[in-house]
T-cell receptor
């Protein structure tokens, strides 16, 4: 059963703590993305990766880091430098990275600060 | 001005009604357009892609107006299950491909 999985579903972060959100896909997609969604706002791009071992900053990369060591996996670390991390984090993937690419989303991780 | 704008609603309609949403975009170089449906506290799910003038899938019709830079989504014979937030997305080549999402339009279909 192909798809995108994200874990955990809910994550709690303490002050000064780094946390890592998992994103895995078995769709054989080359491109993967991380978005953040806040109430009343559109999805904002944090990082994206077009291919293994390569990734690019999106519009709001500060306070976040990623890695792309395997095609299937694109984990996102929310560092202590991100001062307002409470949000709904969505991972997406697409076959490639062209003008007509359709992005498909995982179920999301809701991050809350204690 | 936001790059992609949607009326946040909510739109409250009775079952069986026809409802339409618009989404305006500011970059005339935009080439691909998408409508997603997002249920409360869930991920967006692709409803329809729009590459040329329009697309139709059952009760759903999307239209693209490049001259006025907007896309529309028409839902006919609304069902209770259509209640959701509808996000439009616009893909643009601005020195790199980028997808920009609107904040969404909320729809409530009442019995």
């Amino acid at each position: 059963d192909g798809g995108i999985t994200q874990s955990p579903k809910y994550l709690f972060r303490k002050e000064g703590q780094n946390v890592t959100l998992s994103c895995e896909q078995n769709l054989n997609h080359d491109a993967m993305y991380w978005y953040r969604q806040d109430p009343g706002q559109g999805l904002r791009l944090i990082y994206y990766s077009q291919i293994v071992n390569d990734f690019q900053k999106g519009d709001i990369a500060e306070g976040y880091s990623v890695s792309r060591e395997k095609k299937e996996s694109f984990p996102l670390t929310v560092t202590s430098a991100q001062k307002n991390p409470t949000a709904f984090y969505l991972c997406a993937s697409s076959v490639g990275h062209t003008i007509q690419e359709t992005q498909y989303f995982g179920p999301g991780t809701r991050l809350l600060v204690l | 001005r936001k790059e992609v704008e949607q009326d946040p609603g909510p739109f409250n309609v009775p079952e069986g009604a026809t409802v339409a949403f618009n989404c305006t975009y500011s970059n005339s170089a935009s080439q691909s357009f998408f409508w997603y449906r997002q249920d409360c506290r869930k991920e967006p799910k692709l409803l329809m892609s729009v590459y040329s003038s329009g697309n139709e899938d059952g009760r759903f019709t999307a239209q693209l107006n490049r001259a006025s830079q907007y896309i529309s989504l028409l839902i006919r014979d609304s069902k209770l299950s259509d209640s959701a937030t509808y996000l439009c997305a616009v893909r643009t080549n601005t020195g790199g491909f980028k997808t920009i999402f609107g904040a969404g339009t909320r729809l409530f279909v009442k019995a």
